[in-house]
């Protein structure tokens, strides 16, 4: 008889522990069974199990209460071998989540075989015995030859009816049977060309491949040939046998990527990523495990696939915010690569033309070894950045969407038969308030972000602090009535565009155009095949894109992302830049761009302008030292929820107390309430603790965290988001 350990697929905190179960067979761990749970039937996952020499009777007087069989087996084999079942423990002490949830985090949601119907002759019966002028009609006979040159083929891709198929079954002449076949989720479009390194990527190779099992961080420009990099490095490690995982911040936003891979390595290379549909992403995950592929290309989650022997693990973009996971377990994508690097004895490539602050400071500091790549393939320039201060366009009375210089170059480059990108930075969705007379945006005087305008209750507030004013009548720094909410939208804008300027033709790349399945490969293929001559977007279209044919890129308002209520806002925006000016000029020809913007000597934008990382870096680490902000300091964010509006703030000023008085060396800022106070008739406020070791803080948001959601559940819950990215 075996006891048989079984959490429960239910992820809330109450339940994050397991339930006693009893099997006469032994079962594997980190396989899953149906089992009774009060009056359900439910899916568990199986922990541990323990053999016992106790009969039923015996065990059950022992424990007090009535066990329960098992009801069914899943799965045959573990879904998860057991570096990955470490590593959900893990993940779940460290982001505080229940190890279910950390388990679901990890798997494709449906593991069921998905099979498509196949067609193919019988050989015997139909080529061999009976002669093709045995069947009634012609059709039938062109069908039956067309099969002929087309064994095993997929019922779909057959040009005859079902009709005439089912016909010629009746008659023994075909057989029409079921077989299990991968989906293919993409097409090939190009062939791999294979290209010689240049001196300088050759040095990053070789460097990397010298230091097996150490953290690089890759800061090549835009066009210095990281992609070429990351090539030379996988073939390296396939060559030796060992797997590789490239990860990509969002794969629909970056498809060159995962065709240069499956170009080079063709199907040794699964794709994991959102877009697909469950069964193709079942496809692709039973493919990994099986050690059918070497490498996998994914995006965040992919972290998690269930590679064995890896040589490599190469996270591109690396600053992406996207590489955070927003939702329980909120984990940095970066921290699992390299707790798996570490298993593996990999090397982590981090790779970035604008690298994470963090990871800039830990290569300075020589935690992470430092490659650069300063300049692009073939010593091609940099683009030439203008910008454009929009106050002096308010000056000479131009209240429209462009500049003066911004019409003029969009209008040449359109004449020259040259292509555009323009970028909507749209990130700012909680509007700011701008004097549109002086460009005074209104900030909070504690904490040096934005407010955030409120309307209906006509306060503007931080989202950082507990600083609030009521909307004011007149701009604090010139006295002028002219305050304005900034906010716009696309759609509108390709109107605009399209009746602006002569012979312009717009493709609109947003989340309303992108929506169906591959509709970004659709727009970006239009594009490429010069059906449109501007691509329009937002932040989506900064990354990754390489076409000879954009000399031209305008920002329209670099403003949006700068004056966000969030310190990394300046980050962002200087990233957001850089990504976005590196998409021109990549061909033959000089690239050009143009930044609109109210905040023409703010150093994110003139450091971008001037492509210059470093200064930038010193500069905002400057700021984030004197502000205590990381690298110099580690962050949680306290999310405390509460369906009692009058429990919550109570509750949260507890939670301060609590880990004020269990901690070491820690700030903890508010409780204020959550940028979006109540959410789906919850309210939400939100500490937040800036601390140096975690060691000083973990003992108390452990306990802090078991009290609300384990012992006093209901009422009021708390999350705990580590290097929290997001404040909504
Ligand atoms: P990044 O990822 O750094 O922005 P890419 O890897 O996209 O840069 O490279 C920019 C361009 O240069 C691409 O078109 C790529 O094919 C080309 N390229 C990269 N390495 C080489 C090389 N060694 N020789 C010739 N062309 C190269
Ligand atoms: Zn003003
Ligand atoms: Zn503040």
């Known amino acids: 008889m075996y006891i048989v350990k079984v959490l429960v697929e239910h992820p809330v905190h109450s339940l994050d522990t397991t339930f006693d179960y009893l099997s006469h067979k032994k079962l594997m761990v980190g396989i899953r069974v149906w089992i009774r749970f009060g009056y359900q039937k439910i899916i568990g996952y199986v922990e541990a199990i323990e053999e016992t020499s106790l009969s039923q009777e015996e065990l059950e007087k022992k424990a007090g209460f009535q066990y329960q069989y098992i009801l069914k087996v899943i799965d045959e084999e573990p879904l998860l071998n057991e570096e990955l079942q470490n590593l959900a423990h893990q993940l779940s002490k460290m982001t505080l989540s229940p190890r279910i949830s950390c388990l679901q985090a990890m798997l494709p949601t449906q593991l069921k075989p998905g099979t498509h119907q196949a067609v193919g002759i019988k050989k015997q019966l139909a080529v061999q015995v009976i002669p093709h002028h045995q069947a009634k009609t012609t059709k039938q006979q062109e069908c039956l030859e067309y099969l002929d040159q087309h064994p095993d083929i997929l019922l779909k891709d057959i040009p005859y009816s079902r009709g005439l198929l089912n016909n010629l079954e009746k008659q023994g002449l075909i057989q029409i049977y079921e077989k299990e076949v991968y989906r293919q989720p993409f097409s090939l479009q190009h062939e791999y060309q294979p290209v010689q390194l240049t001196d300088d990527q050759k040095k990053v190779v070789d460097g990397i491949l010298a230091h097996q099992g150490r953290v690089a961080l890759l800061h090549g420009v835009t066009g210095s040939g990281k992609t070429e990099v990351y090539l030379t490095l996988a073939a390296h490690y396939i060559h030796h046998n060992q797997s590789v995982m490239m990860l990509v911040p969002e794969i629909s936003l970056t498809p060159m990527m995962v065709e240069v891979f499956r170009q080079r390595f063709g199907n040794q290379v699964a794709i994991l990523h959102s877009r697909l549909s469950q069964g193709e992403k079942y496809d692709e995950y039973r493919r990994i495990k099986r050690q059918e592929v070497k490498v996998v290309v994914g995006a965040r989650s992919a972290v998690f696939a269930p590679l064995e022997n890896i040589g490599l693990i190469i996270l591109d973009e690396e600053h992406d915010a996207s590489y955070k996971q927003e939702s329980k377990p909120r ?3 970066s921290q699992i690569a390299k707790m798996r690097g570490k298993t593996h004895h990999a090397s982590v490539v981090l790779g970035s033309a604008t690298p994470s602050l963090e990871s800039y400071a830990r290569a300075m500091k020589g935690v992470y070894d430092l490659y650069e790549l300063p300049h692009r393939i073939n010593q091609k320039p940099l683009p030439k950045v203008e910008i454009v201060d929009m106050i002096q366009e308010t000056r000479h009375r131009n209240y429209s969407l462009f500049s003066r210089q ?23 969705y909680a509007t700011y308030v701008q004097c549109q007379d002086c460009g005074e945006v209104l900030k909070c005087p504690h904490c040096d972000v934005t407010l955030t305008d409120h309307r209906s209750e006509h306060k503007l507030k931080c989202h950082y602090c507990e600083y ?24 509108k804008i390709e109107e605009e565009i399209e009746k602006t300027f002569v012979g312009a033709k717009v493709i609109r790349y947003d989340v309303d155009t992108t929506r169906q399945k591959n509709g970004h490969l659709k727009l970006l293929e239009k ?13 989506m279209i900064a990354k990754g894109l390489d076409f000879e044919d954009v000399t031209f890129v305008g920002v329209l308002n670099a403003d949006l992302s700068l004056n966000i209520p969030d310190f990394r806002a300046s980050e962002r925006t200087f990233q957001l830049l850089c990504q976005v000016s590196g998409r021109s000029g990549r061909g033959h020809k000089q690239g050009h761009v143009i930044i609109q913007t109210y905040n023409p000597d703010h150093y994110a934008i003139t450091c971008a302008a001037h492509h210059d990382y470093k200064t930038f870096f010193y500069q905002e680490m400057k700021y984030r030292q004197k502000a205590k902000y990381p690298p110099y300091c580690h962050m949680v964010s306290i999310l405390i929820q509460s369906p009692h509006e009058n429990l919550i703030h109570q509750v949260a000023l507890d939670v301060k107390n609590y880990l004020l008085s269990h901690s070491q060396q820690t700030i903890v800022l508010g409780p204020a309430k959550s940028t979006i106070y109540k959410m789906q008739d919850i309210y939400r406020e939100r500490i937040l603790v800036k601390f140096l070791h975690s060691q000083d803080i973990y003992d108390a948001l452990n306990v802090m965290n078991d009290y609300y959601n384990k012992q006093q559940k209901g009422k009021v819950r708390v999350v705990c988001d580590f290097n929290p990215y997001s404040q909504i």
Do not use: A, W
């Open 331 to 333: 984990y940095l994508t």
């Open 406 to 428: 911004m019409r003029k170059s969009i209008q040449t480059t359109l004449d020259k038969g040259e292509q555009i990108i323009l970028l909507l930075n749209k990130r700012g």
């Open 468 to 491: 609030m004013i009521d909307y004011p009548r007149v701009c604090p720094h010139c006295g002028s009535t002219h305050l304005k909410s900034i906010g716009y939208g696309t759609q």
């Open 527 to 539: 594009f490429r095949k010069k059906e449109g001559n501007i691509l329009l977007g937002t932040q």
